[in-house]
């Protein structure tokens, strides 16, 4: 699932933007302030940030640089109530993919997230490869050692967040999150056994169990 990161301290911009994000099918992250959001953005797994300018501790230009100079290439969408031209210069100079002033149209701004997240689809790989097994994102076709595998539609994004973190440990909350959507019961076995199901299919010994935290692909 698409997952976009909305960064601003005023609690009623990030509920705003928040209802806009998942009518559009994709997750919302609210953050009020530059270090967290960068912690986040920083951790991977963000497909584009919603970036506020005018932030508490850290504001969003020093945020842009940071993520920019780490080597993240995340869309990123700066929000602010500055108006002068030198401002947003100073925004897109760090790496800014757009800019949007305040007060702004919501359907104006879900636009402006579309398109990028369209141009960044464009620039991603198509395929992921990681131990003999293939997953082509476009198809949404499995292979394992050039045979093709019938996977699930939650099976394949379970397995494409396994290719695409590898040796990553995610818990089973992150996994339920990131292929579920949905705030499950801690208890729930439900990726316990979707994880056997992508054994039996992929090959036993690509996702390895860690004791007390998740799984990780090796």
């Known amino acids: 699932m698409t997952r976009i990161l909305i960064v601003d301290d005023e609690p009623h911009i990030v509920s705003l933007v928040s ?36 932030l508490p501790t850290m504001d969003g230009f020093d945020v842009l640089r940071e993520l ?18 030198s401002d947003t210069i100073e925004g ?6 757009d800019y949007v002033p305040k007060p702004f149209a919501v359907a104006e701004l879900m636009a402006r997230v579309r398109s990028r997240l369209r141009d960044s689809a464009a620039l991603a790989p198509t395929s992921l490869t990681r131990g003999g097994v293939t997953l082509d994102i476009l198809s949404r076709r499995a292979t394992v050692d050039g045979r093709e ?9 379970l397995a494409e967040q396994f290719l695409r973190n590898p040796g990553d440990v995610l818990t089973r ?16 076995n439900v990726v316990d056994v979707y994880v056997r199901y992508l054994r039996a299919k992929l090959g036993a010994d690509h996702i390895v169990t860690v004791r007390g935290e998740g799984y990780r692909w090796d």
């Open 173 to 188: 909350e992150v996994l339920l999150s990131r292929v579920w959507g949905l705030d499950f019961d801690p208890g729930s």
């Open 19 to 54: 209802r806009a994000v998942h009518a559009e099918g994709f997750e919302a992250i609210g953050v009020d302030d530059g270090p967290d959001a960068l912690e986040i953005a920083l951790a991977g797994d963000i497909d584009l940030i919603v970036l506020d300018v005018g």
């Open 92 to 97: 897109l100079d760090a790496g800014a993919s």
């Open 149 to 157: 595998v019938e996977l699930s539609t939650r099976e394949f994004a």
């Open 68 to 85: 920019r100079g780490a080597g993240h290439t995340t869309p990123v969408i700066m929000l602010t109530a500055r108006s002068g031209t």
